[in-house]
């Protein structure tokens, strides 16, 4: 029976079951992820549709000693701010839409609220983003520069099957870009070409039962996004 077989016949959840349920997680235990799941997770991400089957996508699975190197090195490294990231989530042209500016502001005030509640205090929460939030297994997302961004909407369909495939086997996850601000300590850690860029990282792990892993972010209604033309 190959992996991807074994993927399809393991499912537990229907298909809205999981997109609905699905949160990010913020808060993992330490146990480790089994090798298998790792690798049923990656199975269904590589199902992803691609612009011309391109299949831009690349995956370095980070777990154990590699893991602590990258958190030590994270943790030490300088601060890069926004700046740092290679693949930016805004436009310095044009201004940021007051939606997306409200929905990321709403999303940061309820996840330190979630966290105080904890006991977290804000600049403590915002250092474990650099931790994983304690997952024993990190996914880093990697593109060679010559597909273009265009080939990043594929990737973003492999990430979203990685995520739902995730919850499916019982794990949570988290799509992270913060620890991107200080992208060099990947490059010079994992010895990344300067023709492969740094597009996300995924914590991978089982999640705590804590109040900041109950906090999930609103969305507004689809009459606010969907137009119906006739």
Known sequence: MGRAESFQLKGKMELKQAIEQRRSIRDFQPKPVPGELIEKI??????????????????????????????????????????????????????????????????????????????????????????????PCVIVVLMDKGYGYGSLLSIGAAIQNLLLAAHDLGLGSCWMMIPLERSQVFRQLFRIPDHKILVSVIALGYAKTSTVNQFKSNRDPKEKVVKFLD
């Open 42 to 135: 990656l199975d269904a991400a590589i199902k992803a549709p691609s612009n011309s089957n391109r299949q831009p996508w690349e995956f370095l699975v980070v777990t154990g000693r590699k893991l602590e190197k990258l958190i030590t090195e994270l943790e030490s490294a300088p601060e890069g701010g926004r700046a740092g990231r290679e693949l930016k989530t805004w436009d310095d042209r044009f201004p940021m839409p007051e939606d997306g500016n409200r929905r990321a502001g709403e999303l940061m005030k309820g996840l330190l609220q979630a966290a105080a509640r904890d006991g977290i205090a804000p600049a403590e929460f915002i250092r474990a983003n650099f931790r994983f939030f304690g997952a």
